[in-house]
DNA sequence: TGGGCCCGCGCC
DNA sequence: AAAGGGCGCGGGCCCA
C-alpha cells in the first residue's frame, strides 16, 4: 500500500491513498499523529515529492516510517540513467513541481544548489511548518497534489520496470529513498558530543581560547619563529601568496606553500611553519568557533545531503562531518548507558571492484579478511603496503610514481577487474556515460569540455589545443573510471544502512533502558544510527543492545553483498568496535 | 560588501 | 613522498 503527503498551501496538507482509499485533508500541525496511526495500521510506503519537506517535522513529534519513495531523488537517478534511456524516449519527463535532485542542482551552475536551499543555520528550528523548500518560488512550480505525486511515481516505476534489469534499478531507488530518511534522522538524532574533550584537545594543542579577533597563543609563538627565520618582521602566514614570496627570498625554492613541497626543503622556517599550518587547520575547521556554531545541547547536527555527488555518495551542507579529523574524535562518546557501535567495512572498494568485474582470482584474494595481504600471497607484489598502492592506482587511474609502475602487475594478475575500469575510463574519455552495478550513471562531461575536444577536432587545431584536449579528455576518464567503483560501493553502503535502519527498529527494548535525552524523541530509547561516512557507520546504542547491535550492524553488510552480487564469492568483513568514545577506535 | 575563485588540507 | 578519484570548508584575494 502507498500514501501519498501533499502540502496544499496555508499550511494545511492533503494525506491518502490515491488508489482509493480514505483522503484526510488536515492542518499540517496535525501530521503527525496521522502518519503514525496510518503507519501502525498499514504500514505503507510514503509517498512525497522530498523527504526533507516531511521527515523533520514527523522525527520532531517522534514519529518514525519504515518505508518511503523520494521523488526528488529517485526522479534525478532516472532522469540521467543510461540504463532507461530508451525508456525514457516514450515517457513524459520529470513534472515542473519537481525539483533537481542535489548532484544535478550542483552541477549546473545556473541554478542553485539543492543543498543550500535547504541548508539553514544550525540553531534555526528544525523545520518551518509552512515552506521548508522553497520549490514552491520555482518558476512552473505548483504545489502537486496526491494524484499528481502518484502519477509521477507509477511514471518512476514503470521506467525502472523498463530496464533489462529493473530489480537492481528498483533496489537503488528504494535504497536512495532510505538514504534520505537516514539523513534526515541523523540530523535529528545528533551525533553525541562531549565538549569539555573537544576543548580539552584544543586547549592542549593550541593554548586557552583567546579573546575574538586573536589568535591562540601557541600560534603566535610559531609565527614569530616562521617570521625570525625568513626575516620577514611583517609576514601574514596566512596569505599564501605573501608566505611563497618570503619563503622564495629566503632561498627556499618550493612554487606553492603545500606541505608536501616543504617538507622537501631544510630550513629554519619549515619546522614552526609546518606546525603553524597544522594548527590553523585545526583552530579554522574545528576549533571553539565550529563548536559554538555546530555542537548544540550535546549534539553534532550536521546537515547531511543524501545523494549530494555524482557517484552517489553522499554531501554535507554544513557541520563538515564527512570530514571531523581525526584529533577531535575523541570527543564523539556515548551518552551514560549507552555505546557506540563502530562498524568499517575493510578494503570496501577493491572488494566492490571484484565483485562488480567477477574477476576470479581477485575475487578469490577478496574473500579473506585481508585482500591486500591476499594479493601479496599471490605474487603480485611485494608487500601490503604495495598491494594497497597498486589498487588505489587501478581504481583512481593513476600513471606515474610507484602506484602507476605496479599498477600493471595488478593487470597482469587480475585482467578482468582491470578490464572493468580501463572500459570505464576509455567510455569517458569519449565523452559516453558509465553506470553503477544498481544503474546509477555518471553526469555527462560540461559543454566547455566538448568544445575543448571539438577545437582539437578542427582542422586547424593547433599542438596546444590537441594536448589540452587529451588532457581533459583523460581527466575526464579517471573521473568515470573511478566513478563505477566509488558509485558500486556507495550503493552497498546505502543496501548495509538501510537494512540495520530496519533491524535496529524491530530490536526490543527492554523498560530498563536510561533515556538518551539529547537525541529526540524519536530515538531517545531505541538504538540508532549517529554517523556515516562513505563505508563507515556509528549507532548509538543503549548498553543492554549492544550484542543485538553489533548482530544487526553484520546481518546487514552481509545481507547488502548479497542484494548487490549475489553468491558472488566476495566477502565483505567489518572491522567492528563497542566502545564508549570514538577515540579508542582511531 | 558580497560573490566567486584559488589554495591547502581534512575525510573516504 | 606523492600519486590518482570523490568531497567541504575556511582564508585570502580579486573584482564589481
Not at 513529534?61 to 532507461?84: E, K, M, P, Q, Y
Request: some cysteine; hydrophobic content about 50%; proline content about 6%.
Amino acid at each position: 500500500m502507498r500514501i501519498a503527503i501533499a502540502a496544499t498551501g496555508a499550511g494545511r496538507v492533503t494525506v491518502g491513498d490515491p488508489d482509493g482509499g480514505s483522503v484526510h485533508d488536515l492542518e499540517r500541525h496535525d501530521l503527525p499523529a496521522l502518519v503514525a496511526r496510518l503507519e501502525a495500521e498499514h504500514a505503507p510506503r510514503w509517498i512525497w515529492r522530498d523527504t526533507r519537506e516531511w521527515a523533520p517535522q514527523l522525527l520532531a513529534a517522534g514519529v518514525r516510517v519504515a518505508r518511503c519513495h523520494d521523488l526528488r531523488l529517485c526522479g534525478a537517478i532516472l532522469a540521467s540513467s543510461t540504463v532507461v534511456a530508451e525508456a525514457r524516449e516514450g515517457m513524459p519527463g520529470r513534472p515542473a513541481w519537481l525539483p533537481p535532485g542535489p548532484a544535478e542542482a550542483a552541477a549546473d551552475a545556473s541554478a542553485p544548489a539543492a543543498a543550500s536551499v535547504a541548508a539553514h543555520a544550525p540553531h534555526a528550528a528544525l523545520f518551518e511548518l509552512d515552506e521548508p523548500v522553497d520549490a514552491g518560488s520555482r518558476e512552473g512550480a505548483r504545489h502537486p497534489s496526491i494524484d499528481d505525486l502518484a502519477a509521477e511515481h507509477d511514471r518512476q516505476l514503470a521506467l525502472a520496470d523498463a530496464a533489462e534489469r529493473s530489480g537492481a534499478l528498483r533496489l537503488l531507488l528504494a535504497a536512495e529513498s532510505a538514504g534520505a530518511l537516514i539523513a534526515a534522522e541523523l540530523r535529528v538524532a545528533g551525533l553525541p558530543w562531549d565538549r569539555a574533550e573537544h576543548e580539552r584537545v584544543l586547549e592542549e594543542a593550541l593554548g586557552p581560547r583567546p579573546a575574538a579577533g586573536r589568535k591562540p597563543h601557541r600560534m603566535e609563538e610559531l609565527s614569530a619563529l616562521v617570521r625570525d627565520a625568513l626575516e620577514a618582521p611583517t609576514l601574514n602566514l596566512d596569505s599564501h601568496a605573501d608566505l611563497l614570496r618570503a619563503l622564495r627570498a629566503a632561498g627556499i625554492g618550493v612554487d606553492s606553500t603545500a606541505r608536501w613541497q616543504l617538507r622537501e626543503h631544510d630550513h629554519p622556517a619549515i619546522a614552526p611553519l609546518l606546525a603553524y599550518k597544522k594548527l590553523a587547520r585545526l583552530l579554522s575547521a574545528n576549533g571553539w568557533a565550529w563548536l559554538d556554531e555546530w555542537v548544540v545541547g550535546g549534539r553534532l547536527r550536521a546537515d547531511y545531503v543524501a545523494g549530494g555527488t555524482a557517484t552517489g555518495r553522499w554531501a554535507t551542507a554544513g557541520g563538515g562531518a564527512l570530514q571531523l579529523p581525526k584529533a577531535v574524535r575523541g570527543a564523539v562518546s556515548a551518552d551514560d548507558g549507552w555505546s557506540l557501535v563502530v562498524a568499517d567495512a575493510s578494503q570496501l572498494e577493491p572488494r566492490v571492484l571484484a565483485a562488480l568485474a567477477r574477476d576470479p582470482a581477485m575475487a578469490a584474494a577478496g574473500r579473506g579478511r585481508d585482500m591486500y595481504g591476499a594479493i601479496v600471497d599471490d605474487g603480485v607484489v611485494a608487500t601490503r603496503d604495495e598491494a594497497k598502492v597498486a589498487l588505489l592506482g587501478a581504481m583512481y587511474g593513476a600513471t606515474t610514481g610507484d602506484s602507476g609502475r605496479l599498477v600493471p602487475r595488478l593487470a597482469r594478475a587480475y585482467p578482468r577487474a582491470m578490464a572493468l575500469v580501463d572500459d570505464a575510463a576509455r567510455a569517458g574519455e569519449a565523452g559516453r556515460r558509465v553506470s553503477t552495478l544498481l544503474g546509477r550513471s555518471s553526469p555527462l562531461p560540461s559543454a566547455s569540455w566538448h568544445d575543448l575536444q571539438a577545437r582539437a577536432n578542427a582542422v586547424d587545431a593547433t599542438a596546444v589545443d590537441e594536448r589540452r584536449a587529451r588532457a581533459a579528455a583523460r581527466d575526464w576518464g579517471r573521473f568515470t573510471r573511478n566513478f563505477v567503483v566509488q558509485g558500486t560501493a556507495a550503493e552497498w553502503a546505502l543496501c548495509w544502512m538501510a537494512g540495520l535502519r530496519a533491524r535496529l527498529a524491530a530490536i526490543p527494548v527492554p523498560p530498563s533502558v536510561t533515556p538518551a535525552t539529547a537525541s529526540g524523541p524519536a530515538f531517545e530509547r531505541m538504538p540508532h544510527v549517529v554517523y556515516f561516512l562513505h563505508d563507515e557507520l556509528i549507532v548509538h546504542a543503549p548498553d543492554a543492545l549492544v550484542d543485538a547491535v553489533a548482530s544487526a550492524v553484520r546481518e546487514s553488510a552481509a545481507e547488502a553483498g548479497t542484494m548487490l552480487f549475489g553468491e558472488a564469492p566476495v566477502e565483505f568483513p567489518l572491522d567492528l568496535v563497542v566502545t564508549r568514545s570514538y577515540a579508542s577506535v582511531v
